[in-house]
Antibody, heavy 119, light 109 residues
Framework: EVQLVESGGGLVQPGGSLRLSCAASGFTLSSYWMDWVRQAPGKGLVWVSRINSDGYTTSYADSVKGRFTISRDNAKNTLYLQMNSLRAEDTAVYYC????????????WGQGTMVTVSS | EIVLTQSPGTLSLSPGERATLSCRASQSVSSSYLAWYQQKAGQAPRLLIYGASSRATGIPDRFTGSGSGADFTLTISRLEPEDFAVYYCQQYVGSPGWTFGQGTKVEVK
């Protein structure tokens, strides 16, 4: 079964750090570009970051640029999101999503991991 | 900056009725990158439509996407109980990435 499973969320104080992981199974992660999308409680979807298949090209939403770093370990079939200098407005469910060039859209999503930034 | 505006915010309908959801871009966009997702409460989004009008694998034919330029529509021909959810449109906006509409909630009347 093709699946993405996020982990690493939790409660963190403002200014703190957290690293999210997204484990892929049922497909070869190295063949796909991957993205992170977040959703604040009761709000809509917001794109956060993208990484290409070999990990050398990344992009970020302006709201997280300079604070978040996306990376991947294709050997471990795992995607990461390192989040530093966290703010209250980063509180959200974070989803990893697979980008399929056949669809030019996100065809597989993880179940999400909740990040709460609060003192 | 491309902004996607979805309307209405909430659609109150009964099972069996037709739902028409709108997604309007602030400027003309590529249909190739216009997608629609369904999100049920507590679940991850699911890809319904890609390329503005193509159904993703396993999506029932009661879901139809249409449109071009700056105006796109998702139509659900006959609402089934499992179709009551929030629907988002999405578009690639180049650097740095993607944007979503704010969502349309389809609720039971």
């Amino acid at each position: 079964e093709v699946q993405l499973v996020e982990s690493g969320g939790g409660l963190v104080q403002p200014g703190g750090s957290l690293r999210l992981s997204c484990a892929a199974s049922g497909f070869t992660l190295s063949s796909y570009w991957m993205d992170w999308v977040r959703q604040a409680p009761g709000k809509g979807l917001v794109w956060v970051s993208r990484i290409n298949s070999d990990g050398y090209t990344t992009s970020y939403a302006d709201s997280v640029k300079g604070r978040f770093t996306i990376s991947r370990d294709n050997a471990k079939n795992t995607l990461y999101l390192q989040m530093n200098s966290l703010r209250a407005e980063d509180t959200a469910v974070y989803y990893c999503a697979r980008f399929d060039f056949g669809y030019d859209a996100f065809d597989i999503w993880g179940q999400g991991t909740m990040v709460t930034v609060s003192s | 900056e491309i902004v996607l505006t979805q309307s209405p915010g909430t659609l109150s309908l009964s099972p069996g009725e037709r739902a028409t959801l709108s997604c309007r871009a602030s400027q003309s966009v590529s249909s190739s990158y216009l997608a629609w997702y369904q999100q049920k409460a507590g679940q991850a989004p699911r890809l319904l439509i890609y390329g503005a009008s193509s159904r993703a694998t396993g999506i029932p034919d009661r879901f139809t996407g249409s449109g071009s330029g700056a105006d796109f529509t998702l139509t659900i021909s006959r609402l089934e109980p499992e179709d009551f959810a929030v629907y988002y449109c999405q578009q690639y906006v180049g650097s740095p990435g993607w944007t979503f509409g704010q969502g349309t909630k389809v609720e039971v009347k």
